[in-house]
Each structure stands twice: as structure tokens, then as C-alpha cells.
């Protein structure tokens, strides 16, 4: 239950009066005598109640509730009023204000307004936060694409991290997506309005780490002219991506371990440190551990990255995903160059899904863009490792069921008559893929 309270009267025995019945009842309770006072403290989700007096020099309680209704018009305002503010009070109260109390009024009377007016604002503020979430989600599938259930999990672990301040390990083979994982970890969370700055540590010559993290002064060495800011001062108060973490050289492993732990960084040729605000996540293929062991990477630093690990499925595993991925990628790619992208035949499907993909997600990219380009086969003649024919069909199947589903937007009469499929088996092929009509009634 809420239980903030905002008191703002210019008479001081009024605020000291109502600042200690509330107390005593267990509210949080702020005090001002000014209006604009208690405005800088009053935030677009503000969780509480506004109390305030109409007569007040400055901004009057009818101004303020007209700047709080503009900033959030679910704000409740409970104006207090002298016997001759009566009438203006009710026109407040059409205008939105919650309740208004005549003075002089009772503790049992303000309490039990405030209470039904917290009540109130807990249900605002809960809906909201629900709504937020279903936009979040909205977005994030609309980012991260797939409907296997391995996408489902990383994009439910992917909205749980990004609210929290740790650390991220992502796991993955090259090409799954590593990259835009990290970038909706920041994407979507406190930090969306801070700076983003990847780096890949692998493309970084060791002789010029340590300036390009921590930037240098001027002189600092050969060829340093003027000062020069370090990706990670950049990233204060954001998010630094370290791709191929493991490619990071000792020396430099140790001077992060040092940044993490102090959340501070030194510029080379400088003497002072500089306080950071920082979120590191990073990427790696092998795990860092094996790393460790074999005398590559120091163990202390793998754990502080892997507060929590994010496992990246690699395409093969998400086999669901290749068409609608693949579809995706082919408009887009059409879109930016003027095209139409032609829909697949049976056999490139079938080719599609029966590809191992050792680029994943990145190799699937080019091959849409040049499947639009008219550049021939969407990818090289290959066997898929490991999967026998029964699971090859039952992969191209569940496609071609989902792939109908959505064309006809889950009317199965048009299904049927797609698939030339009686109504039985067409129900015992989505029981057994796990499709639910339900899902493609509204999908795009």
C-alpha cells in the first residue's frame, strides 16, 4: 500500500498539525510552505497523495492543481479550503481535484479521504506499470524475433536484466546476436537515455587498449596530442559492451577488475581519478572459466562479469525461427533497396530449414539480402549436422502449419483448404507443434 503524503500549506500550525496526525498513522509525510517548493519534488509517477491549501501566496492550490493535472492528470489533489472557499473548491473538484476539506476538519476526516485517495493511486499506478510492461514486451519482440521457446526465455530474461544493476555475461557462437542483446539490456532499461559504447576487444591492437579505454592527457606518450576522453569515462552513467571479452589482454584485464570494483579510472598520464557510473556487459563464445583454467583470462574478473549469464541459442537450435527471421531480413533488405521481396518456393524452404547455419543469425542476414538481390541460392549446399530426416520434416512441418496460420490470421476453414488438410489431423499437426489458433487471430 502507498503511503507518501505531500503537505503544502503557508500556515505553519496547519502544516505541524497535519504533518504529526499523519505520522503517527503511519504515513511518509513531505512539508512545504510554498508551492513551488513542493513541485521539484513531485515526479511524473509520484507515489502518493497531494495535500494542499487553496490561499497560499505565490502559486495558489488552484494553480498548482492545474500544473500537477497537466503533468498527470491521475495525481489525486485533496485542496483544503476556509469557509468562504467553498464554491471555488467544487469548481476545483470538476476541474479534478480529488476532495477538498473545510477547515478546521478533523483527523479522522483527512485520514479517511487520504486513504480512499491512496487507494486510488495505487490502482493508477499499477495499471500503469502493467501497461508499460505489455509496451516493453511489445517492443522487445517486435527486437529480438522469434517464437521458439528458447527466444521466449532470453526475451523473459532480457526484460528481468535490464531493470537490474548488474553485470552480463552473454554466451553465444559468432553471428547469434550477442550485440543487440546487450543493446536491448540497455535498451530497456534505467539507463536507455545514457551512452551505449561497444567495443570489440578482439579488432583493439594491445599496444593501444589501455588509451582507447581510459583516453590519456596530453603528452601522456608518443603521438598523444591533447587530451582524449576513454570509451569508458564516454560511457558514465551508461552501458559498455565488451564483445569478445576473452580477447582482452591480462594487463588490461586487471585494470577493468579495477574499474568494476572502485567504479573509477585513471586517464594515462594523469595522476587523479575520475568516478564512473558504468554497467558492464559482456560477450563471449568460449566460457571464461575454461579460460581461466587454461591461464588466459584471470578468474577473479570472470566472476564479477558473471553476476548473470545469457545464454544466446545458436540458429540450428531454433529452427521455428529461420522463416519468419528470414522474412524479416528479406523485406527489410527490399525496403532499403527499392524492391519486392518474392515469397519462397516449397524447395527453398525446405532449403531454409534444413541448413546448419554455422553464422547463425548474421549468415541467415545475407542470405535474404542476396536471395532480394536475385543472387541465386539463399545459401550453400549443406547438410544439417546432427538432425536426422524425422526431425527435418517435423522442423519444415511445424513451419509450413505457422507460416498458414499467420497468412490466413488463425481462420482454420482457409487453413484447411490451404494445406488440403481435413480438420483432425490439421488439429492433432498444431497439438503437436504446440501451435494455439489464438496467437495468429491478430499477428501482423
Known amino acids: 500500500m502507498l503511503n507518501s503524503v505531500m503537505v503544502i500549506d503557508d500556515e505553519a500550525s496547519i502544516r505541524t498539525a497535519v504533518e504529526q496526525w499523519l505520522s503517527l498513522s503511519g504515513f511518509e509525510v513531505q512539508v512545504f510552505a510554498r508551492a513551488d517548493e513542493g513541485m521539484a519534488h513531485i515526479g511524473q509517477d509520484y507515489p502518493g497523495v497531494i495535500i494542499s491549501d487553496v490561499r497560499m501566496p505565490g502559486i495558489d492550490g488552484l494553480q498548482l492543481l492545474e500544473r500537477l493535472q497537466a503533468n498527470d492528470p491521475d495525481l489525486p489533489v485533496i485542496l483544503l479550503t476556509g469557509h468562504g472557499d467553498v464554491p471555488m473548491a467544487v469548481e476545483a473538484m470538476r476541474s479534478g481535484a480529488y476532495d477538498f476539506l473545510e477547515k478546521p476538519f478533523t483527523p479522522q476526516h483527512l485520514l479517511g479521504s487520504l486513504r480512499r485517495a491512496l487507494e486510488k493511486r495505487q490502482l493508477v499506478l499499477e495499471n500503469r506499470r502493467l501497461h508499460q510492461q505489455a509496451d516493453l514486451r511489445t517492443r522487445l519482440e517486435a527486437t529480438l524475433l522469434g517464437v521458439s521457446p528458447g527466444m521466449q526465455q532470453l526475451r523473459r530474461q532480457v526484460l528481468d536484466l535490464a531493470a537490474l544493476p548488474v553485470n552480463v555475461l552473454i554466451r553465444g557462437e559468432t553471428g547469434s546476436g550477442k550485440e543487440q542483446v546487450a543493446r536491448c539490456l540497455h535498451d530497456f532499461g534505467p539507463r536507455a537515455s545514457k551512452p551505449f559504447v561497444a567495443l570489440n576487444c578482439a579488432a583493439i591492437p594491445e599496444a593501444?587498449?589501455?588509451?582507447?579505454?581510459?583516453?590519456?592527457?596530453?603528452?601522456?606518450?608518443?603521438?598523444?596530442?591533447?587530451?582524449?576522453?576513454?570509451?569508458?569515462?564516454?560511457?558514465?552513467?551508461?552501458t559498455v559492451f565488451l564483445d569478445e571479452i576473452e580477447s582482452m589482454p591480462l594487463a588490461q584485464q586487471a585494470k577493468l577488475l579495477r574499474v568494476i570494483q572502485d567504479q573509477k579510472i585513471e586517464r594515462l598520464g594523469a595522476n587523479q581519478s575520475i568516478g564512473v557510473d558504468?554497467?558492464?556487459?559482456?560477450?563471449?563464445?568460449?566460457?571464461?572459466?575454461?579460460?581461466?583454467?587454461?591461464?588466459?583470462?584471470?578468474?577473479?574478473?570472470?566472476?564479477r562479469l558473471n553476476v548473470a549469464e545469457l545464454?544466446?541459442?545458436?540458429?540450428?537450435?531454433?529452427?521455428?525461427?529461420?522463416?519468419?527471421?528470414?522474412?524479416?531480413?528479406?523485406?527489410?533488405?527490399?525496403?532499403?533497396?527499392?524492391?519486392?521481396?518474392?515469397?519462397?518456393?516449397?524447395?527453398?524452404l525446405a532449403q531454409l530449414l534444413t541448413h546448419d547455419w554455422p553464422g547463425n543469425v548474421r549468415e541467415l542476414a545475407n542470405a535474404a539480402e542476396r536471395h532480394v538481390l536475385g543472387l541465386g541460392s539463399p545459401m550453400p549446399e549443406q547438410a544439417s549436422v546432427g538432425q536426422s530426416l524425422a526431425e527435418r520434416v517435423e522442423a519444415f512441418e511445424a513451419q509450413c502449419l505457422r507460416a498458414s496460420l499467420r497468412q490466413h490470421a488463425g481462420e482454420i476453414k482457409a487453413v484447411m483448404q490451404d494445406l488440403q488438410m481435413p480438420r483432425r489431423t490439421l488439429n492433432e499437426k498444431m497439438q503437436r507443434h504446440g501451435l494455439v489458433r489464438d496467437e495468429f487471430v491478430n499477428a501482423p
Open 208 to 238: 593501444l587498449f589501455e588509451a582507447e579505454l581510459f583516453g590519456h592527457e596530453s603528452g601522456a606518450f608518443t603521438g598523444a596530442q591533447g587530451k582524449r576522453i576513454g570509451r569508458l569515462e564516454y560511457a558514465d552513467g551508461g
Open 278 to 303: 558504468l554497467r558492464i556487459i559482456a560477450a563471449t563464445k568460449p566460457d571464461l572459466f575454461d579460460e581461466a583454467r587454461a591461464g588466459r583470462f584471470r578468474e577473479d574478473l570472470a566472476y
Open 311 to 348: 545464454r544466446l541459442p545458436p540458429l540450428r537450435e531454433r529452427r521455428e525461427d529461420i522463416v519468419l527471421l528470414f522474412e524479416h531480413f528479406a523485406q527489410a533488405a527490399a525496403s532499403r533497396i527499392g524492391r519486392t521481396a518474392l515469397p519462397q518456393s516449397g524447395q527453398q
